[in-house]
């Protein structure tokens, strides 16, 4: 169930933002994993889209009420379930921004680029090891291909990851991104260098705990703290300071059939600040036909409603600020025969 809450926050956030839907270092943000292997996001719901065939898929969009469609996005997947392309309209029907996608025959991202209202406005060419193991990435702006930043990786001999660091255009190192670190508490304050690292144990009552913990020069750090069930359903969230302080928390509660029905988020305080509640109504034989999540936050309601179809694919969409509608999306599809 949690791939479709994903993928409804995705479509939401792709037409608002016009985001590209591949991951990269953003304002210190980081995923491990994607720093070294640029895996696209949400990759689960793409596998799904492999799965179920789909040759391209098209959201049309409304102002609270189904009338008037307007294309917002489309999305091109090749016959491997890859993402190949995509539309981004503005709300007249013009198209705006087009993002193309390549990859080699290990299915490993080689190119990605944006096309703003015809014109080239950057593109990100990677390099691979034995078309598997990333090595390096160029970011180029423009007609002219200028070079703006350059990614370079290292692992240690059994392939497990040493260093991603990022280089200007005149190559200087910006920042490094060391996985080679004590996370028992022990930090080097090396320049220009931040720490990523990862550990697993398990709790006194049986829980995984995942600990990810961001060490920064002068020694400042960040730790997030995730908490599943030996079925790894996530059960809480928390992240640290680097004095240890509470930053902040999230309690997830399940209903019997395992379906996520609540979330509470917390201040350092532990005051509520969000309450997330998700209604799910599905089908005898357990197909999910519509889910509702409300977010509750200052007395101020969010609720977002999705539709899906027999294959379970989301046929529409819509979003409603204290109850009224706001925001109304149809989602098409083409299938591969």
Known sequence: MKHIILFFALMLSVISSQAQPFAHLVNGSFNDNEIMTYTPKNAKWYREKKIKGVNEFRIRATNGRIINKRLALTQIFDSRGLNTGIDIYSDKGILINHYDYAYNDSLRLTL????????????RE????????????????????????TWQYTYLPDGEK????????????????????????????????VQLCREESYTPDGLRLVVHMQTFSKNKSIRQLYYYRPDQVLVKYESYGNEGELIARADYTYADDDQLIKILRYTARHKITTTTLITTASTADGKVTQQDISNDRNNKTQTYISRYNAQGLIV?????????????????YTFYE
Do not use: I
């Open 316 to 332: 529409e969409s819509q979003y409603l600020a204290n109850g009224k509608s706001r925001r109304h999306r149809q989602l098409e």
């Open 126 to 149: 990677y390099d691979y090891e034995n078309q598997t193991r990333l090595t390096s990435s160029h970011s180029l702006a423009g007609k002219k291909n200028k070079l703006q930043n």
């Open 112 to 123: 990605s680029s944006l096309h703003k209202k015809g014109s080239p406005k950057w593109r």
């Open 162 to 193: 040493a260093e991603a660091s990022l280089y200007n255009r005149h190559g200087k190192l910006v920042t490094a991104y060391s996985f080679l670190c004590d996370t028992k508490g022990k930090k080097e304050d090396l320049k220009d260098t």
